[in-house]
């Protein structure tokens, strides 16, 4: 099964980042677009990043500004919270756990299955995420209704 970079990987991910806002998050968000990378910074403070082998094999990282995560994380746990701390963090390590699990289900039901890894986030403005050098890196921006933007970045190759 031959899928490409631009829609059979991206799709999934798409479609997951939107279930889990949509569903688990209740903040609306629309896709802005999806960019090949030249360099794999990102030009935001947290990261969540979730690694994934199988069929399907590389990470996914969804970033966030530190206002947006708070505000993230206050609407998945129901309480407002101001400060950026460990509990935003960890937070941040559970949204990048739902999206995947809920792309891993959509992978699978096309026969991709693979598996995720444990969160890990990563702190600090303009931060890099490394991955394979020869795997493409795609950045997928989204826009919440209030006009913030996130994105998920995917590192991602196809096992044979």
């Known amino acids: 099964m031959a899928i490409s970079v631009s829609k059979d990987l991206i799709a999934p991910f798409v479609d997951a980042v939107s279930n889990v806002f949509n569903t ?4 609306q968000i629309e896709k802005q677009g999806a960019y090949l990378l030249e360099e794999h910074k990102v030009q935001y403070d947290v990261s969540g990043v979730m690694g994934i082998t199988g ?3 590389g ?3 969804v970033s966030f500004p530190k206002k947006l995560s708070c505000q993230v994380v206050s609407a998945l746990l129901g309480e407002k919270l101001e400060t950026f701390d460990e509990t935003v963090v960890d937070g941040i390590g559970e949204v990048v756990n739902m999206i995947s699990g809920d792309a891993k289900r959509l992978f699978e039901n096309n ?3 693979f ?3 444990l969160p890990a986030v990563v702190v600090g403005s303009n931060h890099k995420i490394s991955s394979k ?9 989204f826009q919440t209704g209030d006009g913030d933007e996130f994105a998920v970045q995917l590192a991602l190759q196809v096992e044979y």
């Open 59 to 61: 990470t996914i990282a």
């Open 24 to 27: 688990m998050i209740d903040i």
């Open 115 to 117: 598996e995720i890894s």
């Open 111 to 113: 026969g991709m299955g």
């Open 55 to 57: 069929k399907l094999s």
């Open 133 to 141: 050098s020869n795997v493409p890196h795609v950045l997928i921006v």
